[in-house]
Nanobody, 120 residues
Framework: QVQLVESGGGLVQPGGSLRLSCAASGSIFSIYAMGWYRQAPGKQRELVATKPSGGSTNYADSVKGRFTISRDNAKNTVYLQMNSLKPEDTAVYFC??????????????WGRGTQVTVSS
């Protein structure tokens, strides 16, 4: 069974920084893309950033220039460096692993989420 475990959320002041991490565990042969989504209260879940293997990174317009996504394929881990945080970045951040190849086939997986709160 594949599990995604996020860490690194918390409370930060506007203009501050946080770094999120997400590690995928299980009998994984490969992962096509890993990324981050977020959901604020009363809003739909939205894409923050994704990073496919060997492909170009995709960012939401609202985070371009402030957030940076990176991957360590050997560790099946994805990171999200968040700088210049704004109150509107407050949300639960979810890790996603897309097309995870295991012995049972290809599936998508989600983490449980980590809360990021930007407030003074």
């Amino acid at each position: 069974q594949v599990q995604l475990v996020e860490s690194g959320g918390g409370l930060v002041q506007p203009g501050g920084s946080l770094r999120l991490s997400c590690a995928a565990s299980g009998s994984i042969f490969s992962i096509y893309a890993m990324g981050w989504y977020r959901q604020a209260p009363g809003k739909q879940r939205e894409l923050v950033a994704t990073k496919p293997s060997g492909g170009s990174t995709n960012y939401a317009d609202s985070v371009k220039g402030r957030f940076t996504i990176s991957r360590d394929n050997a560790k099946n881990t994805v990171y999200l460096q968040m700088n210049s945080l704004k109150p509107e970045d407050t949300a639960v951040y979810f890790c996603n692993a897309n097309r995870v190849h295991t012995i049972t086939g290809n599936n998508d997986y989600w983490g449980r989420g980590t809360q990021v709160t930007v407030s003074s």
